[in-house]
């Protein structure tokens, strides 16, 4: 099975999907292309290419793959540029060859059952995810000097994070006390007045494209914080969006993550009726009955731009949507800032009771 890159037909040199232009771009000739006409470029060579005849395994030197000896986790891909040998680990769909640093996509990761149906083009370019990155990492008085080396900004990586999008239909029954008090003043006293009320509700409604992240890699308290993507971008899954970022094929199924999604449509439907309970004092639920019906599912490729880094021995993450540029992220603390932080108000209040010492003398 070949891997997959792509050039440009002009000078040969790799291009690679421009989140800003939302196109294809080769860096060297400056040269565009959309996606689908490279795809179509691709297709015709490659139907050519059949009509020539294929060639022998020992002939092919632009994509032959094969397991790694010892172990079943990683596969050995050849660069379709240098020749070099790529070590992908095992949920690797696309990333970049160490040698001519050439965009590199494994077909057989994404086709089949592995295809995508529906993909975010990333929206927010590297340069562009940086300086947020930079700005975001100035933010804070006590955060570490360190987040703010090139180095570091450097690391800061566009991963399309594979996803499941379920739609349910959804159905809640509730049952709820509600009471509604007024009072009123006559003479001395004051008399409430409680009014009691058995409120139900029946509630359809549906759910489209719920997300649920399927990559083990990939905390999922940080994936749901990063939504909400715009899905009027969605679109059809093309390779060539993939050149010039990495791509993680799913770790679970759709069977696997339904419960995820599961728990969220009924947290959503159940505040969707509780929304209708207006107007009362008091609301106690005493029955609820949720059904749901599964109706169909997808599998999508989602823009994420990440940064790991350490500091003092732990680790923490900077998690922002390549479309929408939503940033999630731990912000580690500087002891050494806090300490001169603490130390200047020490200071400025030792001086303050000096200044006051000698003025009350």
């Avoid at 020749?83 to 001519?100: D, K, N, Q, R």
């Avoid at 975010?120 to 703010?148: D, H």
């Avoid at 479309?323 to 002891?335: H, L, M, N, Y």
Wanted: glycine share 8%.
């Amino acid at each position: 099975m070949d891997t997959r890159s792509y050039v440009c037909p002009n000078c040969g040199a790799p291009m690679e999907f421009d989140g800003g232009l939302q196109k294809m771009h080769c860096s060297h000739c400056e040269n565009t292309m959309t996606v689908d006409e490279i795809e179509n470029y691709y297709h015709e060579l490659d139907s050519q290419y059949d009509r020539e005849g294929t060639p022998t395994e020992e002939d092919d030197v632009d994509g032959v793959f094969e397991e790694t000896a010892g172990t079943g986790d990683f596969k050995v891909y050849r660069c379709q540029g240098c020749g070099a040998e790529i070590l992908t680990e095992e949920h690797t769909a696309a990333t970049f060859c160490s040698f001519c640093g050439r965009p590199s996509m494994m077909e057989d990761r994404l086709t089949g059952q592995m295809t995508p149906s529906l993909l975010i083009p990333f929206k927010i370019k590297k340069e562009g995810a940086t300086e947020m990155y930079a700005a975001w990492s100035k933010k804070g008085l006590l955060t570490p000097s360190a987040l703010r080396s090139q180095a570091t900004i450097e690391k800061i990586t566009g991963i399309y994070v594979p996803f499941w999008l379920y739609d349910y239909n959804a159905e809640i029954q509730i049952s709820a006390k509600c009471t509604r008090s007024r009072s009123e003043r006559r003479g001395d006293y004051r008399y409430v007045h409680t009014d009691h009320f058995m409120v139900e509700r029946d509630i359809e409604t549906e759910y489209l494209k719920i997300p649920v992240d399927a990559s083990e890699k990939m905390p999922d308290d940080v994936m749901d914080k990063l939504e909400p993507f715009s899905y009027n971008e969605l679109t059809g899954f093309e390779m060539a969006f993939l050149s010039g970022y990495y791509a993680e094929k799913y770790n679970y199924d759709s069977n696997q993550m339904a419960p995820r999604a599961e728990n969220r449509v009924r947290q959503y439907v159940y505040q969707a009726a509780m929304n209708t309970i207006n107007g009362y004092g008091s609301v106690t639920v005493v029955n609820r009955h949720t059904m749901l019906g599964r109706r169909r599912v997808k599998y999508a490729l989602l823009p994420v731009w990440i940064l790991n880094y350490k500091y003092k021995n732990k680790d923490y993450m900077f998690a922002m949507n390549g479309q929408t540029g939503k940033i999630v992220a731990d912000r580690p603390i500087s002891t050494g800032k806090m300490a001169g932080w603490f130390g200047g108000i020490l200071l400025g209040i030792f001086t303050v009771l000096q200044l006051i010492g000698r003025f009350l003398v």
